[in-house]
C-alpha cells in the first residue's frame, strides 16, 4: 500500500507578542546615579532602569521592580514603557496577569504612533484577548503597524486578507502585505507568499516563485516550508523532479515533527524514491505520523501490519489503524475494514460492521467497495437481500472502473465474474434500466460531493 496523494498547501498560525528591549544599557558601576536620576522623575532613567530589571543586564533580574519602574515612565507618557508593562501584565511576569491591563498600555503607546503597541493590540483584538474579539480593529492596528514596516503586522495582516478574517478576503492584498514581510525575512511570510503562487491566488500561478520563497523559508528551518519544498521535488513543480531532495527536505521537515512530511517520507522509503527501498523505516515514519492523527500514514500503517511488511504482521494492529484513518473519511481504510470484518481478521467476524464500511467507501466512489458492497446485497451477508441495490452499486463499480480481472481480499475473483451474469438474468430488462437511471443518479450526486457517505479528505499545508 503506497501514499496515494500529494500534500497541500496551507497558511501558518498568527505570531505572538512581542517585547521591545532596544536600549542602550549604562555601566553596573553607574546603577545608583541612574536609581538617583529615576527617583527624581526622569523618566528616560525610569525606563532604563526597568530595562536593567527586566534582563538582568546591569542590575539582578527583578521583574516587579522592572514592572514598577516601567510604571512611572509610563504614566509620564513613554511609549516604550507602556509597550514593555503591558507586555508584563500580557504574560503576567512582575505583575498579576491581566490582559486588560495590557490592552490599556498598548492603547496609550499605540495612539502615540508606536507600531510594537500598535501590533500588540492587534494581536489582543485578533485572539480576544482582554478585548472583544473584531477582526476588524485587528485589522486596523496590525495596518498602522505594517505601515511603519513592522514585519510581523505585515505578516499578520496578510493572513487577515488571505483568510478574510475582519476584511474582505483578497489575495492581491495579502501577497501584497506578504511580500513585504518576506522580503525582510519572515519565514512564514515567505511561505505564505509561496503558497499564494502555488495556488494562483492574488498572483498569476508560478511554480518557479512558488519554489523561491518556499526555498528562502525552509533554510529558515520553517517546517511546513521543507515539506512544501519536498512536495514540489517530489511533483516537480516549478523545480525539476528529483526524488532525492524531496527526501531531503521531507526529512528536515520530518525531524521538526512535520506530521504530513512523516508521512510523505514514509511513502519514499515504502516504493525506494530518492532512498533506498526500506519497509521498515517507511513504517517508522508511517507511525509517526499516525500517532499525531495523520490519516493517510494510519492506513498505510494499518496496511503494512496487514502484510507484515516491515513490521511483525499484526491483524489486530492492522485494525486499530484503519479503523482510526476510516474514521477520518479515508476510503481505502474504510474498505480494508470492512474486509477484515468479513473475514474476521483482527476482529470479531461481523458482515453487518464489514457492510457498514463498505457502504462508506462505497459512497466515496471506491470501486472495490462498491463491488463488495454489491456482492452483500446480492448475498444477503449483513445486509437485507435486494438484488435490485446489488445491481445498482455494481453498475456504480463498472462506471467507477472496476477490473473484473482483479481479486478482492477474501472473495474469489469467479465470485464477482458469475454475479455480473446472475444479476442480469434476476431482473427484468424495465428493472434493469431503473436500476441504471438510479445508478446514474448517485454516480452524479457523488461527483457533486453529495454521495452517500462522502467525506472530504482534502488537506491544507
Request: hydrophobic letters at 40%; a negative charge; glycine letters at 12%.
Amino acid at each position: 500500500m503506497h501514499p496515494t496523494r500529494t500534500v497541500g498547501l496551507i497558511v501558518a498560525a498568527i505570531l505572538p507578542l512581542v517585547i521591545v528591549c532596544g536600549i542602550a544599557f549604562a555601566q553596573t558601576s553607574e546603577l545608583e546615579t541612574l536609581r538617583q536620576t529615576a527617583e527624581q522623575g526622569d523618566m528616560e532613567a525610569q525606563y532604563n532602569l526597568g530595562m536593567r530589571y527586566h534582563t538582568g543586564k546591569g542590575a539582578p533580574q527583578d521583574r516587579q521592580e522592572a514592572a514598577k519602574w516601567f510604571r512611572l515612565a509610563a504614566d509620564q507618557g513613554h511609549t516604550m514603557a507602556q509597550v514593555n508593562l503591558g507586555w508584563l501584565y500580557g504574560s503576567g511576569e512582575g505583575v498579576p496577569q491581566d490582559k486588560r491591563e495590557a490592552a490599556k498600555w498598548f492603547r496609550l503607546a499605540a495612539r502615540q504612533g508606536e507600531a510594537m503597541a500598535q501590533y500588540n493590540l492587534g494581536w489582543l483584538y485578533d485572539t480576544g484577548d482582554g478585548v472583544p474579539q473584531d477582526g476588524s480593529e485587528a485589522a486596523r492596528w496590525y495596518r498602522l503597524a505594517a505601515k511603519q514596516g513592522h514585519t510581523y503586522a505585515q505578516h499578520n495582516l496578510g493572513l487577515l486578507y488571505h483568510t478574510g478574517k475582519g476584511v474582505p478576503q483578497d489575495g492581491r492584498k495579502a501577497a501584497r502585505w506578504y511580500r513585504l514581510a518576506a522580503e525582510q525575512g519572515h519565514a512564514e511570510a515567505q511561505n505564505n507568499l509561496g503558497g499564494l503562487y502555488h495556488a494562483g491566488e492574488g498572483v498569476p500561478q508560478d511554480g518557479r516563485k512558488a519554489a523561491k520563497w518556499f526555498l528562502r523559508a525552509a533554510r529558515q528551518g520553517h517546517a511546513k516550508a521543507q515539506n512544501n519544498l519536498g512536495r514540489l521535488y517530489h511533483a516537480g513543480e516549478g523545480l525539476k523532479q528529483d526524488e532525492r531532495e524531496a527526501a531531503k527536505w521531507f526529512l528536515r521537515a520530518a525531524e521538526q515533527g512535520h506530521a504530513k512530511a512523516q508521512y510523505s517520507l514514509g511513502g519514499l522509503y515504502r516504493t525506494g524514491e530518492g532512498v533506498m527501498q526500506n519497509d521498515r523505516e517507511a513504517a517508522m515514519w508511517f507511525l509517526r505520523a499516525a500517532e499525531q492523527g495523520d490519516a493517510m500514514a494510519q492506513y498505510n500503517l494499518g496496511g503494512l501490519y496487514y502484510t507484515g511488511e516491515g513490521i511483525v504482521q499484526d491483524d489486530g494492529e492492522a485494525a486499530k489503524w484503519f479503523l482510526r484513518a476510516a474514521e477520518q473519511g479515508i476510503a481505502e481504510a474504510q474498505h480494508g475494514l470492512g474486509n477484515l470484518y468479513l473475514a474476521g481478521r483482527g476482529v470479531q467476524q461481523d458482515e453487518r460492521e464489514a457492510a457498514t464500511w463498505y457502504r462508506r467507501a462505497a459512497g466515496q466512489g471506491m470501486a472495490m467497495a462498491q463491488a463488495m458492497l454489491s456482492w452483500l446485497y446480492h448475498t444477503g451477508e449483513g445486509i437485507s437481500q435486494d438484488n435490485r441495490e446489488a445491481y445498482i452499486w455494481l453498475w456504480l463499480a463498472t462506471a467507477n472502473g472496476f477490473d473484473f480481472g482483479s481479486r478482492a481480499i477474501d472473495l474469489p475473483e469467479q465470485n464477482i465474474q458469475e454475479l455480473r451474469d446472475d444479476l442480469a438474468s434476476r431482473l427484468s430488462p424495465d428493472e434493469r434500466h431503473e436500476a441504471e437511471a438510479e445508478a446514474k443518479q448517485r454516480l452524479q450526486a457523488m461527483n457533486a460531493g453529495g454521495g452517500e457517505g462522502l467525506a472530504s479528505r482534502g488537506v491544507a499545508e
